[in-house]
């Protein structure tokens, strides 16, 4: 399988151009199953997700593709089918938005449990309660989440759990509303930007959502939804990886296409950090210190420090001269990198859903392995200022979420060659994707 060999002691300099937001564009393309005629989704990261969704809706009868230029052009062809088989959404379990438009539009739902993965426990326990309350109560059939329900009524309901809000979960009621009859009240909803940028696509297709972005969100049904054309947001967090990643690097990157506004947690920590940071509406410029300052740092919902953002902020601290604390508020078994950052010489301790990290290390090339997405982004900015070379293994994970990451990071400094280290692909993980 793949894997990337980095080399330590870059300094990234340079511009880089964020690509559209991985998390925003999938329940976009998932709502494509709500409508009648062509949706065009602009602006869609080329990653690995992006593709495996677009399997799960062409066994949907969604009939579509991405072309080069990130234009992902999707057709409902064929509105009979109803099942979300497990050997895809076993591949990505944010395949399970599309249980929402299912019920909304065709009323039956056969979707396959995302399972457990290494971030942490994935439950649906909150998209069945918002789906029950509209008149879509679900059963658990074989690992599958199984719904059968006629016409759709509009709901008031709370949506926050043990752990906040539910972006997909949030999702999945929205759009499982905009077909309801009458209005829905979603109580607790998830202020993820990608949560509003749905919204927006929604009402292009003709949807009456309000108030999404944040948690009070108002949908008043309608009778039907028309394919809709619409460019999805920045990703901010692989715009915050880069940042990141400069910050650690003594580096001077300027991220390009970004909504700042939507980095206010990741800018406010790096700064904390000794980093400058500079902003315009559409890019942020960081500058790395000489020497990192230790911060605290507690992942919240947003507006707060996203999850997403823990492993790569993990990998700075373990620079910086003093104690930080990492707390974990959203998945609080989200530390698979800790072990592998101690391989390379890092200095963490685990407390319950923290980490202290005694900063200060001098972290020494290793060989690692990525266990989800975001731990895989952390352990290639670990090597970027590690001695020697890092080599991180099954970086499948990381091609899920970033378009040729190791590209756009020698664009600006790094050293960074792929490889195959002869791991057979049959001897990956049975293990769900976060
Ligand atoms: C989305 O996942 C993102 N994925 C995740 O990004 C992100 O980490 C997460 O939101 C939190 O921001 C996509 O958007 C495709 P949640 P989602 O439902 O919607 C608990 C990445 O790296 N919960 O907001 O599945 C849950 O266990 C990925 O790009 C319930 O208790 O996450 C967690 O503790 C990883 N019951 C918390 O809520 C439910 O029914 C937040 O989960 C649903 C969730």
């Known amino acids: 399988m793949d894997r990337l060999i980095v080399k330590g002691g870059a300094r990234l300099k340079g511009t880089v151009q964020v690509k559209g937001a991985k998390n925003s564009v999938l329940p976009i393309m998932a709502a494509t199953l709500l409508g009648e005629g062509q949706s065009v989704i602009q602006g869609s990261p080329d990653v690995r997700d992006v593709h495996t969704l677009l399997k799960v809706l062409d066994a949907l009868g969604v009939r579509g593709g991405r072309d080069a230029d990130g234009t992902v052009r999707l057709e409902v062809q064929d509105a009979g089918p109803t099942l979300a088989h497990y050997d895809l959404v076993r591949q990505m379990r944010a395949s399970i938005c599309v249980l929402g438009p299912l019920l909304a539009r065709r009323h039956r739902a056969r979707v396959s449990l995302p399972g457990g993965c290494v971030i942490g426990v994935r439950p649906i326990d909150l998209h069945r309660k918002g789906l029950k309350a509209l008149g879509a109560p679900t059963t658990i059939e074989d690992g599958y989440v199984v719904g059968d329900a006629p ?183 989200r530390f698979m990198h800790v072990a592998e950052l101690q391989r390379m010489g890092a200095d963490l301790r685990k407390e319950g859903p923290a980490v202290i990290v005694n900063g200060g290390a001098k972290l020494s090339g290793a060989t690692v392995m990525a266990s989800d997405l975001r731990a895989g982004a952390c352990l290639v900015l670990a090597g970027l200022v590690a001695k020697g070379e890092t080599r991180v293994r099954r970086i499948y994970h990381l091609d899920r979420g970033y378009e040729r990451i190791e590209e756009r990071l020698n664009a600006l400094g790094a050293e960074i060659t792929r490889d195959d280290d002869g791991e057979e692909a049959r001897d990956k993980p049975k293990d769900g994707e976060e």
Do not use: W
């Open 151 to 333: 016409r759709l009524h509009g709901a008031s309901v709370f949506l926050g759990g043990p752990f906040g809000s539910t972006v997909l979960g949030t999702a999945n009621t929205m759009m499982a509303a905009t077909l309801a009859d009458g209005v829905t009240i979603i109580e607790g909803a998830a202020c993820e930007p990608e949560v509003a940028d749905l919204a927006a696509f929604l009402n292009k297709m003709g949807a009456r959502v309000e108030g999404a972005g944040s948690p009070l969100v108002r949908i008043r049904g309608v009778e039907r939804l028309r394919g809709a054309t619409h460019r999805v947001i920045p990703d901010r967090i692989e715009a915050a990886t880069f940042m990141v990643a400069a910050a650690m690097t003594r580096g001077d990157v300027t991220v390009e296409g970004v909504c700042t506004e939507h980095l206010g947690a990741v800018i406010d920590i790096l700064r904390s950090a000794g980093a400058e940071v500079t902003t315009s509406d559409s890019a942020c410029r960081v500058v790395g210190p000489e020497k990192l300052a230790p911060v605290d740092v507690t992942t919240l919902p947003y507006p707060g420090v996203p999850t997403d953002v823990q492993a790569q902020l993990m990998a700075m601290l373990c620079l910086a001269d003093g104690i930080s604390v990492v707390t974990e508020k959203i998945y609080p078994d």
